[in-house]
């Protein structure tokens, strides 16, 4: 909402500085986008007067003249002292009264005003024309303000351009600050000031009735509860008075015509959006009436709406038709091209309505068509306010249009309001707020706010205003009172407890400490949102079995975020395609958050919790004596491996995954997790295709754990190891073994065929050679240490625990020493 501060305090006292109001707004929960000051660019430019005029001695069409801007310029003495300005327009004489860029000025154009010499003679300045100040497409001459106008004002000020525009972003349960008059009360309560409306009223009725020309009928209650039409005649279209055209800029529409901007600025004023049609171009019926129907379109129907573009509609649009048959608006959004009021238009039929907000705003998205008045239609209107807008209206086309104003008009009313009526108890607003605060000042702020107290009993009734569809329960006239009071005021507390210990959970402790290992790992944490596109599993080509049904939104903010995700890996690899758009060639990131998995037999979705993360580029920095090298499977395995052991999880193994099972990822570099019987989740190369549906033309690296699962089997404690006293014996072997068998696989039985005495077993060595070897077997080197823990091991037990493991390794898997 562009907030006028000239147009707001017109309405309600505000502080000399507008940045005063900002901080009143933030601290009560309206947050200040921007202030823009208007008129800065006139800067420098002033009025003036011609004290003298005289023929350039060097030129027989320019002018040597001595324009007085009053104490902007002054002698030596500090005295005034005019400007001595050249000029070449002719159509101004001494004692009028001017416009004066004088030097520092920057006009539209890039042009500074600099003093210069012209034929000559010095110039200090620039008497100005309209255009030549951007304030007007075409001039004759230089502009010549009125006898009395002021002498030294900047221009800006005596135009009454000089504005200041607070930029504030209005939550949507705030209907009521998307008008002026709806600012100004929210003001009026922040200083406890006193707000006037000084709103246009109708001078005159004459005519035929509304209800003579016009009649209303609503097909749909659904669609719509309240509709109202006004007619006006004899409209003169033409450019709006400055006053008008100024404010609708000022809050952000562009001026069109006067009956357009009248629309506009009422809809401004009062957060009533209207719609004005050309009662000429409706269908007269036999009864000498414009039918008006709203209904619901038909599926398929078109309808070319004003900015040019043919609609294609569904029953879930409501739209104003032409006696039930040709649609001529789009309801609540816009309005149609083949009744919009143009040069040759006469007479106005005036439209304000009351439209079903959640209808409103699915047609407004389902279309990619948003304009002010949907806006201000799926945050919901004042029902009440049809009437008062449409009267404002009226009277601005009497004012501003030489219009006549029929007599009264048609009022289609299907659901009747009934206000809120909320029991408050002064007393818990106390306890729940933790303050001070006075009954007294209680029933001046929701008084301030519109709403009619009722305070002669220990519990108030509180009557919301029509404008507040969000205050509905005690706990809304809580969350008012505290506002306005000033959470800042509050005295902070720590919570009362019984027997309660402050700290962390075990597993808040175990979710910080894997926040902790990943970032040790040299990740870097990132966020994304629980929105998902319904195409991310698809573009993944990740299937949807195990991972639930589609949780919808009704109401998505985007049209790419229609759902809530079922994996973590889209909004990562998402995040990696951003990152290398904007030339970061090395990326490490790891996410924790939630997935939503729908189901059948439920009303509410699944949410599980995972931690997921990718790796892309290099893994480190190139430097002078180590190069860089680009992450691979086995990064991404050590990271998850250093993770599960700072957890504790035990019985940990990697197996291939299947490429049916996980078609996202590359055969032979993924596997599935497990910890003993229980799946942790994946790791493993992201397929080149699922990469190239996310715009990425790197490796990717990735895995996806449950952290569930992780928070379940972690370890708090392991059983005490003396740390080692005696010596161990060191002993290297060369296995050949076949092709299949795999690391994890030998380390599995090496460890249970070494017994008490093998103390550590490492695989440090992998070698093929079809030649030296043999085709379809491998070499794997392992080194083993054997201790024991109360005496020094003698050449005989090493000989014969180790004999027993390579006899064992020979009969499971077929195992040869290598020589």
Known sequence: MRISYEWLKSMVELPENPDDLCREFVRTGTEVESVEKTGAHLDHVVTGQVVSKV????????????????????????????????CGA???????HIIVAMIGAELPGGITIKKSKLRGVDSYGMNCSLRELGLAAQSDGIAILPADAPIGVPIAQYMGLSDVIIDAEMTPNRPDCLSMHGVAVEVGALYNKDVYFDDPVITAETGVPSSELVSVDIADSELCSRYVARVVRNVTIGPSPEWLARRVVAAGGRT??????ITNYVMYLTGQPLHAFDLGKLTQQADGKRHIVVRAAHEGEKLITLDEQERILTPDMAVITDNGQTPIALAGVMGGLDSEVGENTVDVLLESAVFNAGHISRTSRNLDLMSEASIRYERKVDP??????????????????????????????????????????????????????????????????GCSVDSSSEHWNVIAPSNRPDLTREADLVEEVLRLWGMDRVTPTLPAARNHHGGLTKDQVRIR??????RACGLNETSNYCFADHRDLDLLTMPEAGRGLPVVLLNPLVADQSEMRRSMLPGLLRSVAYNLDHGVANIALYEMGRCFFGSADTSQPTESSFV???????????????????????????????LLHALRIQKVRFVPADPEVYPWLQPGRSAQIFAGKDLLGWIGNVHPSSLANFAIDADVVAFELAQDALLSLAV????????????????????????????QTLMQRVTSAGGKLLAEARLFDVYRDPVLIAAGKKSMTVSLVYRASDHTLSSKEVEAAHSKLIEKLRRSLGAELRG
Request: hydrophobic share 40%; aromatic share 6%.
């Open 384 to 449: 009440t306010a049809c009437v008062a807008a449409a009267n404002i209206a009226a009277a601005l086309f009497e004012q501003c249009c030489g219009a006549e104003v029929c007599p009264g008009h048609v009022d289609c009313l299907i659901k009747t309001f009934e206000p809120v009526t909320i029991c408050l108890r002064p007393d818990r607003v106390r306890a729940l707020c933790g303050a001070s605060i006075t009954n007294e000042e209680m029933e001046t702020f929701l008084t301030r706010l």
């Open 716 to 743: 708090r404690e392991l059983p005490y190891q003396e740390v080692p006293t005696l010596p161990g014996v060191s002993v290297d072997i060369a296995l050949l073994v076949p092709e299949e068998v795999t690391a």
């Open 612 to 642: 997921a993360a990718v790796l892309c580029g290099e893994n480190r920095l190139p430097s002078w004596n180590a190069k860089p090298k680009a992450y691979d499977f086995f990064d991404a395995k050590g990271i998850v491996e250093q």
């Open 256 to 261: 069109i015509n006067n009956v357009v901007d």
């Open 90 to 96: 002719q159509n101004f004489n001494e004692g009028d």
């Open 55 to 86: 023929a350039h001695p060097n030129s027989d069409h320019m002018w040597l003249t001595q324009i007085n801007v009053g104490t902007l310029h002054v002698n030596e003495d500090g005295q005034p002292a005019p400007l001595q300005i050249v």
């Open 513 to 518: 400490q894997i926040g902790a290992t990943l």
